[in-house]
T-cell receptor
Framework: AQKVTQAQTEISVVEKEDVTLDCVYETRDTTYYLFWYKQPPSGELVFLIRRNSFDEQNEISGRYSWNFQKSTSSFNFTITASQVVDSAVYFCALLNTGTASKLTFGTGTRLQVTL | GAGVSQTPSNKVTEKGKYVELRCDPISGHTALYWYRQSLGQGPEFLIY????????DSGLPNDRFFAVRPEGSVSTLKIQRTERGDSAVYLCASSPTGARRSTDTQYFGPGTRLTVL
């Protein structure tokens, strides 16, 4: 069985602070894919990034960066110099080749960025 | 291009009624997925279509739920004899390829908020 845990239910930061959202996953597969999605108040899930289990290279995209560590089964997401527009619920998700087509989501982390 | 669209955006119905929720995927996407998101939770998988056929319907909670995709594009999720516990946001997603075990990135629509009174 696969499982995604996002232990942080809600985080509040002041604009320009850095913030890291944690994601821990469980899977028995050796090949799998990890995703981050953003859900703003409008409700639509917006795709942010995808990593496969063979690629542990960390990635930076503008103010966003992702730290994938297989040794700890974690795929954490950092926003640098947060902005009010970053306020949303962020979901980590897992897709493994054994049950391909089904994304398994965590319960999400609500990020509130204030002025 | 246009993203995934879903109609209606909101649906309020009474317990016991029948409802239909529609999803229009990204043009050219072969795979289509339905998820259900309850308040404060992550989306949960319901069903996956590869073309016109349901490749995996293991997430449908019971036989009151049914989905079709007759022409391989638009899909309709149908719920019979609605119950208050069916209240949730129903999300649709699509992805480019139609492989039986697709590992493509899934792109989501804005969802339909269903409220059963």
């Amino acid at each position: 069985a696969q499982k995604v845990t996002q232990a942080q239910t809600e985080i509040s930061v002041v604009e320009k602070e850095d913030v890291t959202l944690d994601c821990v996953y469980e899977t028995r597969d050796t090949t799998y894919y990890l995703f981050w999605y953003k859900q703003p108040p409008s409700g639509e899930l917006v795709f942010l990034i995808r990593r496969n289990s063979f690629d542990e290279q960390n990635e930076i995209s503008g103010r966003y960066s992702w730290n994938f560590q297989k040794s700890t089964s974690s795929f954490n997401f950092t926003i640098t110099a947060s902005q009010v527009v970053d306020s949303a619920v962020y979901f980590c998700a897992l897709l493994n080749t054994g049950t391909a087509s089904k994304l398994t989501f965590g319960t999400g982390t609500r990020l509130q960025v204030t002025l | 291009g246009a993203g995934v669209s879903q109609t209606p955006s909101n649906k309020v119905t009474e317990k016991g009624k029948y409802v239909e929720l529609r999803c229009d995927p990204i043009s050219g996407h072969t795979a289509l997925y339905w998820y259900r998101q309850s308040l404060g939770q992550g989306p949960e998988f319901l069903i996956y279509f590869q073309g016109t056929g349901a490749a995996d319907d293991s997430g449908l909670p019971n036989d009151r739920f049914f989905a079709v995709r007759p022409e391989g594009s638009v899909s309709t999720l149908k719920i019979q004899r609605t119950e208050r516990g069916d209240s949730a946001v129903y999300l649709c997603a699509s992805s480019p390829t139609g492989a039986r075990r697709s590992t493509d990135t899934q792109y989501f629509g804005p969802g339909t908020r269903l409220t059963v009174l």
